[in-house]
């Protein structure tokens, strides 16, 4: 039994643990979230501020408006990242951009830029009457966040949220050090309450960080809906990509980092481009900055085999409005992390019924079911990768990919309701307001 000793433990909350399965009662999910949200007016004038820290607008958005559709009044706190015609238009959303631009600057108007914004953000802290501020990232210098901007939070008597993405992404990033994990522990351990998408993220956060297990709720991750998902058939978007109807297709997406294992999989393919059969790998994504020796290395590698003809590389910065493309063209999407908690791009695929071959790692497995929305295999192997990739095009699952495709997009969705993540939410903030 896990000793709860020296743990922080500022509120008592139901914990939602999450199904593998897509054969359960979803009409009695539904039931109960409806059940939940109930009457938006009953609510008490439940209000809550997002902090984004300026990135990841998906998840700002989908978690906006599920808590809007819940009955909460909403601020998001952003920048040019994260603004946009869908985030301005979403019903009763408001949105206010009080983080820096993101324009090319000399080292010292960025520095101003950074500075002038902390003032905005806690000069709106102490302002606003709204009682909860639900971080979602912190800002650019996360040593500041994680200690004196929780405390000055803290002292102005809010109650401070927190969605925790990834534990620890230093260690993730071997970047891990004493003050990133001291740091690490105070922001958790001083927040009333924290949002994780897994299991295993929720027993780190007790077992690494000492936080109080009640002061923990598992919420799924809720799908992107804010990428767009037209009437792009499959075929179309094949021929957009000049991919032949025979060729099988296999899809790296996201931005282009270490811990991504991108090699394992450019190894992989050109194993597979050895044998029988046309394979085509599409690599799209930004290569992110400060891991460029990284991605030359590979791209070295790539241009060096005779497979490179049958690799569609497109490094850059993929827009919403082109990322279908790639999913809709592609057979599967494969994910050959070394090291992960939770991606979502690995739902993003799902959302487009593209089944995945993903690595044993984080809670891939717990996420992936075998067979019927993927196959899951070894980190760190470009052998067991290629044989799993084998396994899947030799597989049921890809030879009845059209029909499979609904199946798996109905799968995910039933599983990672926004409105699900809403209800939760919201629940909680009304427990930490005392307006429960």
Known sequence: MRSETNQTCPVSAESVVLGQGCAGDTAVARAETSRQIGNPDMLNGCRAALLTGGQDPHYAYGLATALVAAGVSVEVIGGGL?????????????????YGGKERARTDVKAWRVAASYGRIMRYAAATDTKILHILWNNRIELFDRTLLMSYYKRLGKKIVLTVHNVNAGRRDEKDSWLNRHTLGWQYRIADHIFVHTEKMKNELQDQFRVCERAITTIPYGLNNAVPDTDLTSADARKQLRIRDDEKVILFFGAIKPYKGLEYLVAAFQRLATTRGSYRLIVAGERKKGYEEYFDSIRATMDRDPSSADIIQRIEFIPDEATELYFKAADVAALPYTEIFQSGILFLALSFGLPVIATDVGSFRDD??????????????AEDLAASLRRYFESDLFRRLPEKRAQIRQCVHSQHSWDTVGSITRNVYLELTGDR
């Open 82 to 98: 994260v603004d946009g015609p869908k985030m301005r238009s979403a019903r009763g959303v408001r949105f206010l951009e009080l």
């Open 368 to 381: 992936v079911i075998e067979g019927k929305t993927g196959f899951v295999c070894k980190a760190c192997d």
